[in-house]
């Protein structure tokens, strides 16, 4: 992306990405940090308020309790026995006992009317709170295992009938023993839901509460509410007397839940929607979301505004470098930055500087160039002139009957043709030997056989190239200096490949090196062939390839020229062309 993007849209998308990111992080962290606070106040508020409400529950159940024991007990002080044999002793006490139970449920608003299971029950008032039952009929009734195996017990919710309708009724139930410790009878007091649950709203409305007894049956709710049956399995193994869970079900959203037990294991639960609980912090993230919304409208402004100053002097540089080079263009860059960019425009405007001059150049250059080919087709009218001059001097010598000088000049003419060899810089080497081969037999036909002359080459090395005039200067050198002053003299060429390169060795019987021959001369007199052919050789191909001038056993001289083995002419003037560049 870094690569393919444009820079105006990177940097002002990616500004603009990562503020948007900042603020979405940010907004999420300070809706998760508030919801946890606020759910964290929320409980411990309903914390302290289901602890002051389970101790005034607890109060009115122990009294429900006391009046269902005094009950009890007063039944016995009355004297009245189901069992008792005498009828009219039976039917003097039931009156006592059907006003001692109406006086309980005239004595408090909690107990709606009170349940007599007893043998050989009695008829009440039926417009009062008293209801006789056959013991027979508790067997029967859906809470009878809450009490079988107690004396006393309370009993969960339940509706039951009354003269103004049906009632929901929480019951406490006691068994009745006489004075001889026989089970007679069983007492149920049935205490209003609706007295139960104004002690479990308490001042507070619309909240969803529950109450469990000690064996964790739920006794009584408020609210809407509604748990699962593993959720209050849950709640049944909690140990602790007060407390909070974050309760999250696949069956129902989730919901924070607050405990509280009262000294008898009574269970107090509040149930309050999580979502009732994170509206503060949602409106909080909202109100963030918003104002960073609007702030990255404004940076967005401002980012864009940042960017185009950022991006217009590189737009500025890509438009002039867009533009085919033009003298003096560069200078309408700006020259007012101080910056990078001030460094780039400077840059740039040396560089354009710089390309005018190589340009101016290379105008020159091509200048040179064009006269240099007219004076090369011109110099090209010479060789053509000579050859036919030669030509004609040879069929003068033939006429006349000057057959060595015919001989000598058709040699001439041979040696011309190789020794500029159509402009070419590299010859085969069999060319150079034809070459050196003409010269000696012109040296022939004056020293005739006072001239020895010996050449020995590898015949796998004729293919190969070699720099044009390379071996004839060192002959030369061999019959105008070696042998001046003597009758006769030997020459002896030898040519041999050695691993990747090839040997030449000129040798001859001459008068041998100067002691000083090695020193530069005060006047350049002579010796330009064998200089050229050393500066030839040391620009085409340098160390360790050049010649070596050294005196033979005799009195002669020994000259050896190593060269590489060129397999093609490129690959000498690649190299000569870029060496000559460079220097």
Known sequence: MFKRVRIGRLFFGSFAAFIAVLLLVTSWISYSLTSRELASNTANYQQDLLNELNKRLVIQLNSIEQMSLAASRN?????????????????????DLEN??????????MVQSIYLYTERPFMPDSQGPIRVYNLQKVREEDWFPDIQNNDSAWIKERTIQTNKGPLNVIGYARKLYNNSGIYYGMLMLNVKSSEIQDLIRGETEGRSRLLFDASGRKMTSIGDQSLQVDELDKLKVVTEKSGS?????????DSLLVWSKSPSNWM???????????????????????????????????????SRQFTKPIRLLL??????????????????????FGNLFNGYRKQMER????????????KRQREAEIQALQAMINPHFLYNTLDQLNWLAIDSGQDKISKI?????????????????LIPIADEITHVECYLQIQQIRWGDRLSITINVDESARELYIPR?????????????????????????????????????????GVGLRPDWNQPKVRKTGGYGVRNVKERIEAYFGPPYGVQMTSSKGNGTLVTVLLPQIQYKEQVEERYYVENTHH
């Open 355 to 366: 390309i005018e001059e190589l340009l101016d150049s290379l105008k020159a250059q091509h």
């Open 469 to 509: 005039l390379t071996l004839q200067p060192f002959i030369e050198n061999a019959i105008i200096h070696g042998f001046h002053g003597r009758k006769k003299g030997e020459i002896k060429v030898n040519v041999q490949l050695i691993n990747q390169d090839i040997q030449f060795q000129i040798e001859d019987d």
């Open 245 to 253: 869970t974050h309760l999250s079900t696949k069956q129902q959203s």
């Open 319 to 340: 438009a002039f470098m867009s533009k085919l080079p033009d003298r003096g263009f560069a200078a309408d860059l700006p020259q007012d930055y101080t910056n990078e």
């Open 75 to 95: 039944i016995d002080i009355i004297g009245y026995d189901p069992l008792e044999s005498d009828l009219f002793e039976r039917n003097r006490r039931k009156q």
């Open 100 to 109: 001692l139970l109406a006086s309980i449920t005239y004595s408090t608003t």
């Open 268 to 306: 107090l639960v509040e149930v309050t929607p999580w979502k009732n609980i994170i509206n503060g912090s949602i409106r909080l993230a909202l109100i963030l979301l918003t104002v960073g919304l609007s702030a990255i409208i404004i940076g967005f402004f401002v980012t864009f505004f940042i």
């Open 409 to 425: 000049l058709s040699l001439m003419g041979k040696m011309f043709r190789i020794g500029l060899s159509n402009g070419e810089t």
